[in-house]
Nanobody, 119 residues
Framework: QVQLVESGGGLVQAGGSLRLSCAASRSIFSFKSMGWYRQAPGKQRELVAGIISGGTANTADSVKGRFTISRDNAKNTLYLQMNSLSPEDTGIYYC?????????????WGQGTQVTVSS
C-alpha cells in the first residue's frame, strides 16, 4: 500500500507560479513511474507530466515549457513546478504512482489539490 498526499495548490493570478508536492508514504526509488494528472470541471482527467524510474520525464504539449516535473527520492516526494499559469490550467491536480507488487502492478492516487488560476 502507498499513500500519496498532494499539497501546494491554491488561487493564483494568470502568469503566476505554483509548486505542487506529492509526498509518498514510503520510498519512491523503486516505483515504476509517477505522474501528475489534472481534471478540469466537466472534463476528463488528463496526464500533465510523468517521470519513470530511470528519471526520464515527459510533459503534455499543453504545458510544455511551462511545467516541470521532478522528484526527490530522499524525501519520497514528487514535484510539479508550474510557471506562466493560465485560467486553462485550472482544475484538480492528482498525483499517481505506479508500483510493482508481488501480484503485478498497482496504481495509487492521491486525494487531489485544487489549482485555480484567475484571469
Amino acid at each position: 500500500q502507498v499513500q500519496l498526499v498532494e499539497s501546494g495548490g491554491g488561487l493564483v493570478q494568470a502568469g503566476g507560479s505554483l509548486r505542487l508536492s506529492c509526498a509518498a508514504s514510503r520510498s519512491i526509488f523503486s516505483f515504476k513511474s509517477m505522474g501528475w494528472y489534472r481534471q478540469a470541471p466537466g472534463k476528463q482527467r488528463e496526464l500533465v507530466a510523468g517521470i519513470i524510474s530511470g528519471g526520464t520525464a515527459n510533459t503534455a504539449d499543453s504545458v510544455k515549457g511551462r511545467f516541470t516535473i521532478s522528484r526527490d527520492n530522499a524525501k519520497n516526494t514528487l514535484y510539479l513546478q508550474m510557471n506562466s499559469l493560465s485560467p486553462e490550467d485550472t482544475g484538480i491536480y492528482y498525483c499517481k504512482a505506479v508500483v510493482f507488487s508481488t501480484w503485478g502492478i498497482s496504481d495509487y492516487w492521491g486525494q487531489g489539490t485544487q489549482v485555480t488560476v484567475s484571469s
